[in-house]
């Protein structure tokens, strides 16, 4: 028996019946009968003239991108910088959101110290270069100065002197950025469609027109899945297609989708299929793709970068909605926290969990909604940047409480998945 209160429900039974019903309620489900549980818990909508957080909350307009956090979870202040106009994704001008409208960033007094900040507020390391250029569109326009402690002091303005903006040019290559902007979505309990766009590393793997297995776009040639799901199938490359950029599985041909062909797949060397550890491969496209709104790289974490117990990440995918049943036809993602290796190990007896895996999923009374396809991607935010931080490796079944998702342990791979790419 479930006992929801204030969420939206609807269930979907294997032969993919939906039945929505009204909230509260109580719904007996009789033992051994295979559900797919989504739930939703719908926000009340905002005014017009409010902002919506993405915990929910409303507040005014004019409290976005004022430098105060206003929302509890300071998404108010978190997308308030841009790099406009650019040639690739870590160039362009410079526009700061100031409550609700963007400017754009005048060249006057401008510093390689404030290049350094803008990059850094981007996730894109330090300024490389920036360079004054003339204006051709309207303003609103905005001058810099950085405070004696450091931080950007912004002053609206109507006009640039002499008309010289900046274009900046950030160190980092851009990855682990959604660019498509993302409808506020409230936080989700178990799993629900994607949006258009939101996690644009993510691919499709077919072998022989079936879509098997999940994978993540590290750079423009490469492609990070599970040993598990190439295993066996690695000698015959012809047999498989990566489909990048993909939504609805039965939309192949929508015109964000980009299709590759595979000229070489690497199982990582450790790779022990009976324990399942070290369950991680690499992919290499036929050809490189081009970045687009839909297609965008992951980050790689860093080797020592910590994800530590109780982290909230996310997981996507087209998996199948029960154990070797059909996969999803629209992008599936639900949030998973992070668990500790020895919880994990304590709830997964029957496996020796390695320091290559890392573990992930609810604890007790957990929804589990069988996302995420084998190779696909167990991610996570940090300073506004996503990072592969898992490779779906093993579990159980739909719906086991207490039955964590096991996923190879990225950080642990870093450098091999970096030899690769230079
Ligand atoms: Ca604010």
Request: with cysteine.
């Amino acid at each position: 028996v479930l006992l929801l209160p204030l969420y939206d429900l609807s269930i979907r039974s294997v032969e993919d019946k939906t039945l929505s019903l009204s909230i509260p309620a109580t719904i007996s489900i009789i033992r051994g009968s295979k559900c797919h549980v989504v739930l939703n818990r719908v926000p009340e909508p905002c005014k017009e003239d409010n902002f919506q957080c993405e915990n929910g909350e409303c507040i005014p307009l004019e409290n976005l991108c004022d430098s105060h956090p206003h929302c509890e979870d300071a998404s108010d202040e978190a997308h308030c910088v841009r790099l406009f106009n650019g040639t690739k994704n870590n160039n362009g001008l410079v526009q700061f959101r100031i409550q609700n409208l963007w400017h754009v960033a005048c060249a006057e007094n401008w510093t390689t110290q404030i290049s350094n900040e803008v990059c850094q507020l981007l996730g894109l390391g330090t300024g490389n270069s920036s360079e004054p250029i003339s204006s051709t569109g309207g303003g609103p326009f905005v001058k810099l100065n950085t405070a004696p402690n450091g931080s950007l002091i912004l002053t609206p303005s109507q006009q640039c002197s002499q008309d010289l903006l900046i274009l900046l040019q950030c160190n980092h290559k851009s990855c682990g950025q959604k660019l498509v902007a993302q409808e506020v979505s409230p936080k989700i309990v178990g799993g629900t469609n994607a949006k258009e766009g939101a996690w644009p590393w993510l691919v499709a793997l077919y072998y022989n027109s079936q879509l098997i297995c999940g994978a993540s776009l590290v750079s423009s040639d490469w492609l990070v899945s599970a040993a598990h799901c190439v295993y066996g199938r690695n000698l015959e490359l012809s047999k498989w297609t990566a489909i990048l950029g993909l939504y609805k599985t039965s939309n192949l041909t929508s015109p964000q989708v980009v299709t590759r062909l595979i000229d070489q797949i690497v199982i990582n060397p450790h790779y022990n299929r009976r324990r399942k550890d070290n369950d991680i491969a690499m992919m290499h496209l036929e050809l490189k793709v081009n970045y687009t709104d839909y297609i965008q790289p992951i980050c790689l974490p860093e080797e020592n970068q910590v994800f530590p117990p109780g982290k909230s990440c996310s997981i996507a995918g087209w998996g199948t909605v029960e154990y070797q049943g059909p996969t999803a036809d629209i992008l599936q993602e639900a949030d998973v926290p992070l668990l500790s290796n020895e919880k994990c190990q304590q709830q997964m007896p029957e496996y020796n969990i390695t320091e290559n895996m890392i573990c992930a999923g609810y604890e007790e009374g957990g929804i589990d909604t069988c996302q995420g396809d084998s190779g696909g991607p167990l991610m996570c935010q940090e300073d506004n940047r996503w990072f592969l931080v898992g490779v779906t490796s093993f579990g159980y079944q739909c719906a086991l409480p207490n039955r964590p998702g096991v996923y190879a342990r990225v950080p642990r791979f870093t450098e091999w998945i970096q030899s690769f790419l230079h």
